[in-house]
């Protein structure tokens, strides 16, 4: 089954899942309290919150598309935002996985193959982990806390695991040898298999600009957050 009939196929059904998710988190929520904190927002801090949260995107999409440059594949820069756009209505998906939806507009509209686009959504996922774990790694320099330090433990030892499946091909292939072998998974198993392009994304140079595009990204991301607290009266 080839990559873009599966996540067509799902879909529809990711995206009724994201609004019953949203529906019954309202429903167990307490609306009365949650509409009076949006009416003690101060109003003048609303267009930097929407200023740094586009700008966060700006950059992101940026990354998106240096990360395909650098697997050979150019496409122009207002294009390549729309695309990065379109991948969030599915952002939402555990891991963001559901910005998979993008394969199949880089393929429809660029020719781009699958395995190219799959290699970058997933790299942008593990530099999204690192970026964020870095970015929590140096609060803990200012301020100590045990879940935070936690956290950046088991962030380690993930990104540290996956660095290393990546890079070793002959594991990677054999992984993906006996997913094959297996009925139920082999159906929806997209036909990409073990590819060069993550070995050429997680290069030391791509991945050192990946990580810096991501630090950005992220702390304009964190900035944004703040800002809206401090809208909301609290420091």
Do not use: C
């Amino acid at each position: 089954m080839k990559l873009t009939d599966v996540i067509k196929k799902k879909f529809l059904w990711v995206v009724i899942g994201t609004i019953l998710f949203y529906v019954v988190f309202v429903l167990i929520s307490d609306v009365e309290k949650i509409s009076e904190s949006f009416l003690q927002i101060k109003t003048e801090f609303l267009v930097l919150i929407f200023t740094l949260g586009f700008a966060s995107h700006v950059v992101k999409s940026i990354r998106q598309r240096y990360l395909l440059h650098a697997l050979g594949e150019k496409i122009p820069y207002l294009q390549n935002m729309f695309i990065y756009m379109s991948g969030l209505s599915l952002v939402t998906t555990p891991g963001g996985i559901g910005t998979l939806i993008k394969s199949i507009y880089l393929k429809e509209r660029f020719d781009i193959p699958a395995e190219k686009s799959i290699a970058v959504i997933f790299s942008e996922r593990y530099l999204d982990l690192l970026a964020g774990t870095s970015i929590i790694l140096a609060t803990l320099l200012f301020y100590f806390n045990m879940i935070s330090f936690s956290l950046v433990v088991i962030s380690l030892v993930i990104l540290a695991s996956f660095y290393f499946l990546i890079k070793s091909q002959r594991m990677a292939v054999s992984i993906y040898s006996r997913l094959s072998k297996i009925r139920f998974i082999s159906k929806h198993l997209p036909e990409v298999g073990p590819t060069q392009s993550f070995s050429i994304l997680t290069k030391p140079k791509n991945m050192a600009k990946g990580w810096l595009f991501s630090i950005l990204g992220w702390g304009v991301d964190s900035l944004a957050v703040y800002v809206a607290f401090l809208s909301l009266n609290v420091d």
